[in-house]
């Protein structure tokens, strides 16, 4: 029978684990019917949720604590109905544990709570659920009634939160796109391509990056730039998953990999490397370095065009051992939407920032200037790349990227709505118009070697 528990058990914990959303249907004391859709987190068996104080769920909750919930990913195949009583816990702001299990799990309800800030946490304590699994094959349903034995075991089962998947988390692997595609622009715009030299720039390059965001993050904490309601870091810290020391150490360790392998390329190719090496290293280690951080003085824009058009100029001096302006310009494009990214950014942490002490391009501009910048960035992008075709420092056929021109327009568009829930997503597009951009030129670098 113990089994027999277990096995349903773990299939209730997957299911939970699995998805992000309940539906709550609640009853008022003179019986009027109310459901809503909200963000969950889970632990040990219970379910926390974040509800607006003014809504008919939470009032009609204040007047009966007993629910019934679905959990589901919108088809009927792997499925938990379920009634339980709940337990207001109070203020989102005021209990950072609870809120904090519905928060990393939610990184999309962080906007939302900074636009309705009179929002409560509470507790779903199931009483007894029905679980339907058809992903492997018909299993009847079946019913689980929770008791303090069933809780115990529950706490017992349920996985323990991951250390290597929140060191991974704290470098943000996941923006590592454009810096991959300076190496391998910098490196196809040479007449040879030594492959050895090639892997090595690509994976000190990933690597100094990954170091300098977890760096970022630390610094960031410290500074008081990044608490549980701001956005932009990898909440490793903030969300509780990892000490701040920790995430330093982790971008100390890869950021001296990547200086291990910079100083071997050098060792391969010429002791010139190391001024732009030199270069790239203030560039990235003071980004974010407190007190005197680039970030942090309205030099941000400036340092991140820098330093992605420096990756590109340095791949191509390691396989050639010339120093040309023509891999610094052709990543212009590119760079430019890469302050794009940051804008959009700073756009939206405008208030955040100033609270924080210090002051970004976008917040010396304030919101209405810092629209046009962003629209004169992404026009400028398009702009350098037709001249740069022109003046033949770029192939023809890298003008393919100008199919990305309508996603540029969209995201000009969002530049100019006053909706904070839009500016959050202004920089996350603005990232996918900067990898769109840097496949075509790509494809097109590709297309001019092999024709």
């Not at 799990?105 to 679980?131: A, G, Q, T």
């Not at 630390?218 to 549980?228: L, N, T, V």
């Not at 700073?346 to 919101?367: C, P, Q, V």
Request: glycine share 6%; aromatic share 12%.
């Amino acid at each position: 029978m113990e089994l027999e528990l277990k096995e349903k058990l773990k299939r209730f914990i997957d299911i939970l684990r699995e998805n992000n959303t309940i539906t709550i249907s609640t009853v008022s004391k003179d019986g009027k019917l109310w459901s809503t859709k909200a963000y969950y987190g889970e632990e040990d068996g219970y379910i926390y949720v974040i509800l607006e104080n003014k809504g008919r769920a939470f009032n009609n909750i204040r007047e009966n604590p007993n629910i019934f919930f679905v959990i589901e990913k919108g088809e009927p195949i792997k499925f938990i109905q379920g009634e339980g009583e709940v337990e207001i816990i109070g203020h989102v702001d005021n209990f950072e544990n609870e809120r904090t299990i519905v928060v990393r799990k939610n990184f999309p309800v962080v906007p939302f709570l900074k636009m309705v800030r009179d929002c409560s946490v509470i507790r779903i304590k199931p009483k007894k659920v029905y679980v339907s699994d058809f992903s492997k094959g018909f299993i009847p349903r079946f019913e689980i009634e929770f008791d303090e034995k069933t809780f115990n075991l529950l706490k017992q089962m349920f996985p323990k939160p991951s250390k290597l998947k929140a060191y991974i988390q704290a470098t943000r692997p996941w923006v590592i796109g454009i810096t991959i595609s300076a190496v391998i622009i910098g490196t196809l715009l040479s007449p040879k391509i030594d492959i050895l030299k090639f892997i090595l720039t690509l994976i000190g390059a990933v690597l100094i990056h990954l170091g300098v965001n977890a760096w970022s993050d630390y610094f960031d904490y410290k500074k008081g730039a990044d608490r549980w309601d701001t956005l932009g870091s990898s909440r490793t810290i903030v969300d509780g998953l990892l000490k701040p020391k920790e995430v330093l150490m982790i971008g100390t360790i890869l950021i001296l990999i990547s200086a291990i392998i910079g100083i071997i390329l050098t060792i391969m190719t010429s002791f010139e490397l190391l001024k732009i090496l030199f270069i790239g290293a203030i560039l990235g280690l003071f980004y974010a370095f407190v007190p005197i951080g680039f970030k942090y003085i309205a030099l941000g824009d400036l340092a991140v065009f820098l330093a992605w058009s420096f990756i590109s100029l340095g791949s191509y001096y390691i396989q050639t051992l010339e120093l040309s302006p023509i891999p610094f310009l052709s990543f212009i494009p590119i760079s430019l939407l890469v302050v794009g990214i940051l804008h959009g950014n700073n756009m939206r942490d405008i208030t955040d920032d100033k609270k924080a002490g210090y002051r970004t391009f976008a917040s010396i501009l304030g919101i209405k200037a810092s629209q046009f910048y962003y629209a004169l960035l992404i026009i400028s992008s398009y702009v350098s790349l037709i001249l740069l075709v022109a003046f033949k420092i770029l192939p023809i056929w890298t003008l393919i990227a100008l199919l990305t021109i309508p996603s540029a327009l969209r995201n000009v568009e969002w530049a100019f709505k006053p909706n904070y829930l839009q500016f959050t997503m202004l920089a996350f597009y603005t990232a996918q118009l900067s990898n769109s951009l840097s496949i075509f030129i790509i494809v097109g670098l590709l297309m001019n070697r092999i024709l």
